[in-house]
């Protein structure tokens, strides 16, 4: 939010659902093991030498997180594609998931729920009651 909530943004919130996405992740527990480690990659690839094309690395780039936005190309290839900044990114997601998401309707209980507490608070600062 900006502005002290005045003033919303759609790509911002697909930022930081990208970002909370990535905390929780870690914040669940990150897995060290052996295996997590690469340790039998470190002994066959040995001591300074290149691990980043090593096909373990690129099995494993993954692993932390699957981003949406955040681009991880070569600064060629991210030229290539249109060298889009994360927040114009965010504006073409934001975009598609206003345009195509289409969340199921609430159960009957709750809509029943939820409109006497905004009829409720209606009634107690003197306004009609909204449709709904």
Known sequence: ???MGVTFSASQLM???????MILYAAGGIQVNDG???VDVTKEVGYRKDFLTHRNTFNNR???SKPRLIDRQMRNRWE???????PERANLLAKKVLAEHFPPPLEESARLAIR??????????GLDPSEG
């Open 15 to 21: 930022m930081d659902a990208e970002m909370a996405e």
């Open 80 to 86: 290539d594609s249109g060298s889009t900044s994360m």
């Open 36 to 38: 997590t480690l690469s």
């Open 116 to 125: 006497k507490i905004v009829n409720d608070r209606e009634k107690e600062l």
């Open 62 to 64: 993954n692993i932390q």
């Open 1 to 3: 939010m900006l502005e």
